[in-house]
């Protein structure tokens, strides 16, 4: 079993920053890549940053050039670092990663609990 811990959320007001953290636990052999994903209430969860083990990055467009997406392979952890916050920003956050458990496991999925993000405008 592995597990993913976020911390960071709170109430911030439009313009500040916050940074979200997420730390994974358990059998792992292999972290893919880990990522970050929102679900504002009444929407879809939604795909806001992504990082493999070789580093590439993808951003979602509405965060582009505000958030910045880092991991730590020795510590299983990555990290969100949120610039600019703007009140549509809003949301739920959680976190996410593509993992093996073994050398000849099939690729497992696992999500966080959330930690929420609220940005008063």
């Known amino acids: 079993q592995v597990q993913l811990v976020e911390s960071g959320g709170g109430l911030v007001q439009a313009g500040e920053s916050l940074r979200l953290s997420c730390a994974a636990s358990?059998?792992?052999?292999?972290?893919?890549?880990m990522g970050w994903y929102r679900q504002a209430p009444g929407k879809q969860r939604e795909s806001v940053a992504i990082?493999?083990?070789?580093?590439?990055?993808n951003y979602a467009d509405s965060v582009k050039g505000r958030f910045t997406i880092s991991r730590d392979t020795a510590k299983n952890m990555v990290y969100l670092q949120m610039n600019s916050l703007k009140s549509e920003d809003t949301a739920m956050y959680y976190c996410?990663?593509?993992?093996?458990?073994?050398?000849?496991?099939?690729?497992?999925?696992?999500w966080g609990q959330g930690t929420l993000v609220t940005v008063s405008s």
């Open positions: 990082i493999t083990s070789g580093g590439s990055t």
């Open positions: 996410n990663s593509m993992y093996k458990a073994s050398l000849f496991s099939r690729e497992l999925e696992v």
């Open positions: 358990g059998s792992i052999f292999r972290i893919d890549t």
